[in-house]
């Protein structure tokens, strides 16, 4: 792709597409998940919640629509490793909401979760910036 090239390829813009709705879906799950401790639900499968490859966007990262090269690149490492590290904060939100915990568990997620959700989109948004081309400002 030329530099300043506006054109996407049909295969870059389907990932950037899938990018979108995946942040899209973990907007989605967070808000379930704020809901479940709200709700002190017991009986929530823990397991599920920690399966970072279980999650619609999860099954997306780890599924057969990415190539070798793409599960290869620093973009597709990083989101993965913060997304694994978001999942496993969860559990222990849920964790300690089941445990009757509530104070804890608000901390953990109106803190480090946001802050890790953050994180997560922003490296979301970077790995579609590089599949489109665009040049980052260097600071």
Request: aromatic share 12%.
């Given at each position: 792709m030329l530099q300043g090239d506006t054109r996407v390829d049909n295969k870059t813009g389907d990932k950037v597409g899938d990018l979108e709705q995946a942040i899209a879906a973990h907007v989605h799950w967070m808000t379930l998940l704020r809901q479940a401790v709200l709700d002190a639900v017991s009986g929530i499968d823990v397991e599920s919640i920690a399966a970072h490859n279980q999650c619609e966007f999860g099954k997306w990262l780890h599924g057969p629509g990415l190539t070798p090269d793409d599960r290869l690149t620093d973009d597709h490492l990083e989101v993965r490793r913060v997304h694994a590290?978001?999942?496993?904060?969860?559990?222990?939100?849920?964790?300690?909401?089941?445990?009757?915990?509530?104070?804890?568990?608000?901390?953990?997620?109106?803190?480090?979760?946001?802050?890790?959700?953050?994180?997560?989109v922003l490296a979301m948004r970077a790995w579609q910036t590089n599949l489109l081309g665009i040049r980052q400002p260097t600071q």
């Open positions: 590290e978001f999942h496993g904060l969860a559990r222990r939100i849920v964790e300690l909401a089941a445990a009757g915990q509530m104070a804890e568990a608000y901390t953990l997620l109106y803190g480090e979760y946001m802050t890790l959700s953050g994180r997560l």
